[in-house]
């Protein structure tokens, strides 16, 4: 094996992965350096997500949502369960498989694109080298062509409530407990706060969620954020906010809680502590100082609009750069990295970036929020649609929350679309296409949507921008 490569991808996180295999897929001779060690102390491929972040987190959340219908939900539906059990621990090894199956999948389509994954951690010296130290520590040096740094992110720690056996714990901690907690306290009702405290709260947990900020979910807007904590209120997450965390020690096997609220300071005895607080970025290790790759003032590798480092040749895409900490953000700037090495012309539109909270009701919303518009100046239209009015939402018994739709008066345009209810990961995907397409909400109104599915709201929300929604009573009429 030839020491030298076309490109060397540092990390096979869904950033560092799918610029591997683009990169291969355009013809150019591809490694891949990534450490990971999963259970056993298996090396794997697909980092953060495959591992331990966007594929266990939904398959609990998948498994727990159906557990939760069996023993709350269906007896609406005229279905009476009786003697349903839960066995935790083969929830877990479900989880467990089909990471492995996935992560599996990756190494065969590295082999399929003959891509060679250096097992190891990966080390940028001077001169586009890279040396790459081995698990049993033998170092191996490697040079290329261009080098893309990959390498994610990880959870942030509070030294005031270190992690403490299977205790207190991070978002990793928090996917493989084998039995429900009584009680369970979560620092931060951010997203990895609101997923994994639903995955415990459906098993039987008691779950508190401590946040600091004095609003909830400030990136969602706010009559979706509005609607998502009552809801989740009713679901019995007990979200604080303006609460701040003090400290934290464990006794046995239970664990004391101290924070700081409007009405001064409190302890709270619970049995497990997550503490989900944000991701930073990582680059431990992965920069000599002879690389000469400049950090941000945030300790993020700095790159421009086409994730070109200071360094010519070097690149940096996914958690480990500027933007949102998202799965579908590094794999779409290692495309974009991928064509722009071998001399396509390729870019990424940061602005029509889809996020999701994978709740029950899901959260999901592209583009602009109503407070934006407001605070930019711009003169826009909402129109919103209520799944208490849709005939499939109904027939599925999920009527809560809503699509919100936002146009630019004068263009049509769609500036935005936030939408809380039944699979809202799923119909977001409309909004996202006529966004990346330019599209008017005229010409959404004009496209015939199937009956009865839910995707007939997001017509009916287009409808309603400007007073024409059929199946619930308009503000005005045209
Ligand atoms: P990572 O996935 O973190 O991968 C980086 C890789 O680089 C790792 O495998 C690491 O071992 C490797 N590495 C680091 N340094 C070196 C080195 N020096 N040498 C070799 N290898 C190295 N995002 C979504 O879009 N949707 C979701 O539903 C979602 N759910 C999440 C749930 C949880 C619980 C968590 C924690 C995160 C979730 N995320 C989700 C965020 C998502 O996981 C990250 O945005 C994504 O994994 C970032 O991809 P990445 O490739 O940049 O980095
Ligand atoms: P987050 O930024 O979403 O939420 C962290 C929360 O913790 C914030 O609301 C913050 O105010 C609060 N906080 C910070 N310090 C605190 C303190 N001392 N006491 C109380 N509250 C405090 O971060 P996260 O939930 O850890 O998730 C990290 C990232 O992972 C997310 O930003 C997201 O990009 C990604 N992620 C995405 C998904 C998804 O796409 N569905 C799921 C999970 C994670």
Redesign the pocket.
């Known amino acids: 094996m030839s020491n030298h490569y076309d490109v060397i991808v540092?990390?096979?996180?869904?950033?560092?992965?799918v610029a591997a295999i683009r990169c291969a897929q355009l013809g150019m001779k591809t490694a891949c350096?990534?450490?990971?060690l999963n259970k056993g102390d298996k090396p794997a491929?697909?980092?953060?997500?495959l591992?331990?972040?966007?594929i266990?987190?939904?398959a609990l959340l998948e498994a727990t949502e159906f557990y939760h219908s069996a023993v709350h939900g269906f007896e609406d539906l005229g279905i009476t369960c009786s003697d349903i059990k839960l066995d935790v621990p083969k929830m877990i090894s479900r989880k467990d498989k089909i990471v492995a199956e996935l992560t599996g999948g990756i190494e065969g389509l590295f082999k399929a694109n003959g891509i060679d994954w250096l097992v190891?951690?990966?080390?940028v010296l001077a001169d586009k080298k890279v040396r790459v130290t081995a698990l049993d520590d033998t170092p191996s040096n490697y040079s290329a062509n261009n080098i893309i740094i990959?390498?994610?992110?990880?959870?942030i720690d509070l030294p005031i409530t270190p992690l403490e056996s299977d205790v207190v714990v991070d978002?990793?901690g928090a996917?493989e407990w084998q039995s429900v907690p009584g009680k369970l306290c979560v620092i931060g009702a951010g997203?990895?706060g609101l997923?994994?405290g639903s995955v415990w709260r459906r098993l039987g947990s008691e779950v508190v969620l401590l946040e600091a900020m004095d609003s909830f979910l400030p990136m969602v807007d706010a009559q979706v954020a509005k609607d998502a904590m009552r809801t989740f209120g009713k679901q019995g997450l007990d979200i604080r906010l303006s609460t701040r965390v003090t400290g934290s020690s464990v006794n046995g096997d239970k664990v004391t809680v101290r924070y700081q609220d409007s009405d001064g300071d409190h302890e709270m005895l619970v049995d497990k502590l997550i503490v989900a607080v944000g991701?930073r970025a990582?680059v431990?290790?992965?920069l000599s100082d002879e690389a000469g790759v400049e950090l941000d003032e945030r300790g993020l590798i700095h790159v421009n609009d086409s994730c070109e480092t200071n360094v010519p040749g070097i690149y940096a895409?996914?958690?480990?750069v500027r933007g949102p900490?998202?799965?579908?953000?590094?794999s779409e700037e290692g495309v974009m990295v991928a064509e722009r090495i071998s001399g396509e012309t390729s870019s990424v539109n940061y602005d029509v970036m889809p996020n999701?909270i994978?709740t029950h009701p899901e959260v999901a919303w592209v583009g602009k929020t109503e407070e934006q518009l407001k605070a930019d100046g711009v003169d826009y239209q909402a129109g919103t649609f209520p799944f208490a009015a849709s005939g499939r939402a109904k027939a599925k018994g999920d009527v809560g929350g809503l699509v919100k739709i936002l146009r630019d008066k004068k263009t049509d345009r769609m500036l935005g679309a936030h939408i809380i209810g039944p699979s809202a990961s799923e119909l977001l995907g409309q909004s996202v296409l006529a966004m990346e397409f330019d599209a008017t909400i005229e010409d959404i109104a004009h496209t015939i949507h199937a009956h009865p599915t839910l995707s007939e709201a997001m017509h009916e929300a287009a409808l309603s921008a400007d007073g024409r929604a059929i199946h619930i009573a308009n503000r005005k009429r045209r």
Request: glycine fraction near 20%; hydrophobic fraction near 35%; include cysteine.
């Open positions: 540092i990390g096979a996180g869904p950033a560092g992965y350096v990534e450490k990971w491929l697909g980092g953060t997500c591992n331990v972040g966007c266990p987190s939904k190891g951690t990966g080390t990959a390498t994610g992110s990880v959870p978002s990793s996917l997203i990895i997923e994994l991701r990582y431990h290790g992965v895409i996914g958690d480990v900490m998202l799965a579908h953000k590094g999701v994978y």
